[in-house]
């Protein structure tokens, strides 16, 4: 079956500028994570939704950025007047619930000049 | 305090070598445990999962210390195809599946 899918797959864009990513999960999971990964670093957190709600945006960096997910679903994410430091490759995941696995999508490269 | 802590190596060894590494974590109340494996510009996927009574899977064997709060990885007769950076991943205590990820450990195996 289809994996997590993410698009798209690199976004170069101006300081400034708002950009959206967007994640679909594998059918039937509940769970949907995203992360992000700057060059040489490990794996952020940034937010966590159950169905269309997200208990955890604990890892959201500031209110630049916004998440949402419709219909147990699909989920955007959208940065705001981005800056160079929101260069990094972010990553969606998604699983059954609970401590299942998480199955990861091949991420966006987000450069921002 | 990092919360998982992993060798960031590279450790370089040669085809058939056995290599181990190991990873620390903070959080006594993290309840599940992981390895994944990324390669060169890909996303993370699971390795597998590490049990307190240890678990082997092939030629990789993952054991947990919970007493001391460290997980290690072994493995034997490595292959050129095991180069990758393997990640270090617990969770905490919080009814659902946040992974806390370590920055990884580099193997390069050589012919």
């Known amino acids: 079956g289809a994996g997590v899918s993410q698009s798209p797959s690199n976004k170069v864009t101006e300081k400034g500028k708002d950009v959206e990513l967007r994640c679909d999960p594998i059918?039937?999971?509940?769970?949907l994570y995203w992360y992000r990964q700057s060059l040489g670093q490990g794996l952020e957190f940034l937010i966590y939704f159950q169905g269309n709600s997200a208990p955890d945006k604990s890892g959201l960096p500031s209110d630049r950025f916004s998440a949402e997910r419709t219909g147990g679903s699909v989920s955007t994410l959208t940065i705001q007047r981005t800056q160079q430091e929101d260069s990094a490759v972010y990553l969606c995941a998604s699983s059954f619930g609970g401590y299942n696995e998480q199955f990861f999508g091949p991420g966006t490269r987000l450069t921002v000049l | 305090r990092k919360e998982v802590e992993q060798d960031p190596g590279p450790f370089n060894v040669p085809e058939g070598a056995t290599v181990a590494f190991n990873c620390t974590y903070s959080?006594?109340?993290?309840?599940?445990f992981f390895w994944y494996r990324q390669d060169c510009r890909k996303e993370p996927k699971l390795l597998m999962s590490v049990y307190s009574s240890g678990n082997e899977d092939g030629r990789f064997t993952a054991q947990l210390n919970r007493a001391s709060q460290y997980i290690s990885l072994l493995i034997r007769d490595s292959k050129l195809s095991d180069s990758a950076t393997y990640l270090c991943?617990?969770?905490?205590?919080?009814?659902?599946?946040?992974?806390?990820f370590g920055k990884g450990t580099m193997l390069l195996v050589s012919p």
């Open positions: 991943v617990v969770t905490a205590n919080s009814g659902y599946s946040t992974l806390t």
């Open positions: 959080n006594s109340a993290s309840q599940s």
């Open positions: 059918s039937g999971h509940t769970a």
